[in-house]
């Protein structure tokens, strides 16, 4: 979509946002604020977006109603639109910031298996905003991101494989992203043993990637981002059911947020070092797949019994977290990933847990997340969920001892912790948040809905 910073509107199509004390020039709207309606004059159109009461207004709503007026406009298959930056309470700049980004990310419509291709916006004209060029540019650069890591998650497990994730890795590299792949063959040679474990039963080979950003120089610290790739998650051995089999190609979201966050980066250049690590592999039942019982050495040392095939992504995590730690020594760590469905008992769809080994970084985690409207909430880590993981005949076991699934989303990242060791670290579990079974909700579309993304650039500074 093109983007033009405009004195006057040359587009028919405008959109309007309303405060529900302004209604009186416009009788008939409530301008509630997940309202949109239509209005003509002459042979101008209104889209009317509701912002709500000015005193409950927040910069989330205007990210909210951009999207869902956008959705309108390309409904009534308008080409051209503009818009109008509101005069509403706080910073005009954070309030256009957020208004942009809603727009382009309403506009997303995931359309490679529509026969009828739904209509979309190509031009957007941008009438009293309080934003640079740049920084038009830049917000328009991380949406791009959050499109790019949708589509890879909406797309067919079968068309996005671990090679397919590397590809796109391999893709990115440029003067200011190294990227690395290691293949099935190095993946055993090197010791990720519970990574290859995990890929053994699938006719796709697992890979692991590693992209470099290095925007603070060599001397700078390094931050590690890593992402859960499981391209499709039928459990393994320890199968689904039918209806939890049916979106799992969306457990390599993880690693979609991250190639996402680190596409943006090269583009972005902030000053920071960044290392993006992605666990790439499917999770397959077949006569080689891995089986329940059996123990494997992780690349770290530690030894894992295998409780259950379905706890998959711990293990992928936690080689590829040693293998970070090992090789590139980062100063923090951040992972995401689709880890558990007890985090969408606790938390639902709208907001991501966290567990963290430390505050400052948690603190920060979740002030970036309010910034951008992807809600963190942060659960507790004590010993007796470390102690829940030990195993009888190994180091470790992948499910704890709990009964049933208790302590689910906490005993996960108690896992995940055993390989972190002391370093600083945030585990983001996004089952619930990176893709949406029920409707659109404003920003937020059906389907894949590439969380993480605006938090980690938010976070790292990057917009
Ligand atoms: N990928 C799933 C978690 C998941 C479930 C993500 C639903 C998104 C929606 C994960 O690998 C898994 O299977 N977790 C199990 C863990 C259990 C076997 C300890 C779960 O949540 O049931
Ligand atoms: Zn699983
Ligand atoms: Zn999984």
Not at 21 to 50: H, N, Q, R, S
Not at 326 to 334: A, L, Q, T
Not at 401 to 421: D, L, M, N, P
């Amino acid at each position: 979509m093109k983007i033009v910073p405009v004195k006057k509107a040359t587009a028919d199509s405008h959109i309007v946002f309303v405060f529900d004390e302004k209604k009186k020039d416009w009788p008939d709207f409530e301008a509630a604020d997940d309202e949109v309606a239509i209005c003509y004059d002459g042979d101008k159109t209104f889209i009317l977006a509701g912002l709500g009461k000015k005193g409950d207004f927040s910069s989330h709503i205007l990210r909210s109603q951009a999207a869902r007026a956008m959705k309108k406009a390309a409904k009534l298959k308008r080409k051209k639109i503009c818009i109008f930056g509101p005069d509403a309470p706080g910073e005009a700049k954070v309030n256009h910031a957020a208004c942009l980004e809603g727009a382009l990310l309403g506009a997303y419509s995931f359309d490679r298996h529509k026969s009828e291709k739904p209509e979309s916006v190509k031009e957007l004209q941008l009438t009293d905003f309080a934003l640079s060029s740049t920084e038009v540019k830049n917000i328009q650069t991380v949406c791009d991101a959050v499109c790019f890591a949708r589509d890879l998650v909406n797309d067919n497990a079968h068309s996005i494989t671990p090679e397919r994730l590397a590809r796109e890795a391999l893709d990115m590299a440029d003067d200011s992203l190294k990227v690395k792949v290691l293949d099935e063959k190095m993946l055993k040679k090197e010791g990720l043993s519970l990574m290859a474990a995990v890929g053994q039963g699938s006719v796709y080979p697992p890979r692991l990637m590693v992209m470099e950003y290095s925007g603070a120089g060599p001397k700078a610290k390094k931050i590690a981002l890593i992402g859960k790739g499981v391209t499709f998650d039928s459990g393994g051995l320890n199968l689904k059911s039918n209806e939890g089999m049916l979106t799992m190609r969306l457990d390599m979201a993880g690693a979609a947020a991250v190639l996402g966050i680190m596409k943006a980066l090269a583009v972005l250049k902030p000053a920071v070092n960044v290392v993006g690590v992605v666990g790439a592999v499917q999770n397959a039942m077949d006569a080689k797949a891995y089986f329940p019982g059996d123990v494997y050495r992780s690349y770290a040392g530690k030894t894992v019994e295998i409780i259950n095939t379905d706890a998959e992504g711990r293990l992928v995590l936690a080689d590829a977290v040693a293998y970070c730690r090992k090789n590139y020594s980062p100063e923090r760590i951040v992972d995401f990933a689709t880890l558990t469905g007890a985090c969408i008992i606790a938390l639902g769809e709208t907001v991501a847990g966290v567990i963290s080994n430390n505050d400052n970084l948690y603190d920060e985690i979740f002030a970036a997340g309010e910034a951008v409207a992807e809600r963190v909430w942060r659960l507790p880590l004590y010993p007796e969920h470390k102690k829940a993981m030990k195993s009888d005949i190994a180091d470790l076991r992948n499910l704890a001892k709990f009964k049933r699934g208790y302590a689910g989303t906490i005993t996960g990242g108690a896992f995940i912790a055993e390989f972190v060791e002391d370093t600083p670290w945030a585990h983001i579990d996004i089952a619930g948040t990176a893709f949406n079974e029920s409707s659109a909700r404003g920003e937020v579309p059906k389907f894949a809905t590439g969380f993480g993304v605006r938090l980690a650039l938010k976070w790292l500074g990057a917009y």
